[in-house]
């Protein structure tokens, strides 16, 4: 069990959407909060509205996609609530593309933002909480990153979603010694300012902030008919998986057929040479350094 009254948390992009929801709930369950988000004035919001209703938090500037901003915002966030807890790596932006009518910056910012600064946040926490040998990272990735052939014109998102699930599914393994636990949250469609204009949030060595609505194309004519959670509907959920230790928390079950169906239908089909392979010829030959990677790991 990760207990959540009584800890302190960060959450990134918190000023927001999803993020806003989490720090909220986080503050109504008893938690102090660090709000960080790249526009300041709204995490001010956000960590105003928690102390209006008695809870403890701070805002925090912070810009997920530099390791400095990020390192500044853990300083920030011990100097106001002491050492942190509970990581919720939440900062992120969309973007409905065609892959090659992207710019190669708003393609990196994309993989940055999504990718590399759920990486620099989880690195940036962590050594504190394995001195405390306690605490619960929970990264806020996507369906699109589980169910990567369900959305089109979403490829670095997608990409960079895909990289969370890895990271957080992998770090778990080494990080369980120290009683920290991961979690990946795969949203599935919350009613939040994503598709307004993610471009705002566009760190200048990317181009700068813009304007960019998003716009879903007929391709995604599916995808645009969803029901949408609003960020207070789904933060108790993502809470409840982090209080039970739980991988992964999904919020959209009617999209359960569609997970089975694309992993069964993988399963059944991508062994089919192989399984002929060993059919003709037997076992592969053994790989002769098996054994000493084995020692290596021990
Ligand atoms: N809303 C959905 O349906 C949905 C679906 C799947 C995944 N997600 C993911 O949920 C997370 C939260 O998004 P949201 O839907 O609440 O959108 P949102 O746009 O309402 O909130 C995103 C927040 O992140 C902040 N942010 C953006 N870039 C940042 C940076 N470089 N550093 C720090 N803060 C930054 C923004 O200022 C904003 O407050 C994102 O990672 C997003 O990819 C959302």
Redesign the pocket.
């Known amino acids: 069990m990760t207990e959540i009254a009584g800890k302190a948390a960060v959450v ?2 918190g ?5 806003m929801g989490l720090a909220k709930e986080l503050a109504r369950q008893g938690a102090s909060v660090a709000v ?4 300041l004035e ?1 995490a001010q919001q956000v960590a105003n509205a928690i102390k209006a209703t008695g809870g403890k938090a701070v805002a925090i500037a ?4 530099d390791r400095d901003s990020i390192r500044r915002t853990k300083e920030a966030a011990n100097a106001a609530l002491g050492p942190i807890q509970l990581v919720f790596a ?5 973007s409905f593309d065609p892959l090659m009518k992207m710019s190669d910056e708003d393609v990196d910012w994309i993989l940055d ?2 990718l590399k ?1 759920v990486m620099y946040t989880a690195r940036a926490f962590l050594p504190d909480m394995i001195a405390a040998r306690e605490g619960h990272i929970c990264a ?1 990735a ?3 990153g589980l169910l990567p052939g369900w959305i089109p014109q979403h490829t670095p998102y997608s990409a960079a979603k895909a990289g969370i699930i890895g990271l957080m599914m992998n770090a778990q393994l080494e990080l369980k010694e120290f009683n920290i636990h991961t979690t990946s949250y795969c ?4 009613a ?3 598709r307004i204009n ?1 471009a705002r ?1 566009r ?1 200048a060595r990317y181009g700068g902030p813009g304007e960019k609505e998003v716009h879903l194309g007929d391709e995604n004519r599916e995808q645009s008919s969803l029901k ?1 959670y609003r ?1 207070e509907d789904i933060a108790p959920m993502v809470l409840n998986a982090v209080r039970n230790n739980r991988p992964f928390v999904f919020d959209h079950p009617e999209q359960r057929a569609l997970f089975r169906k694309t992993y069964a239908s993988v399963v059944e089909s991508c062994y089919d040479d192989a399984d002929k392979w060993l059919r003709e010829h037997g076992e592969p030959t053994a790989n002769p350094h098996g054994a000493d990677l084995l020692d290596a790991q021990k």
């Open positions: 990134t992009g000023g927001n959407g999803i993020g960080a988000d790249i526009i709204n912070c810009d997920v996609c939440n900062a992120g932006a969309t933002v999504n600064g806020t996507s369906m699109a949203p599935g469609g919350v939040t300012g994503m993610n949030y760190p949408f960020p």
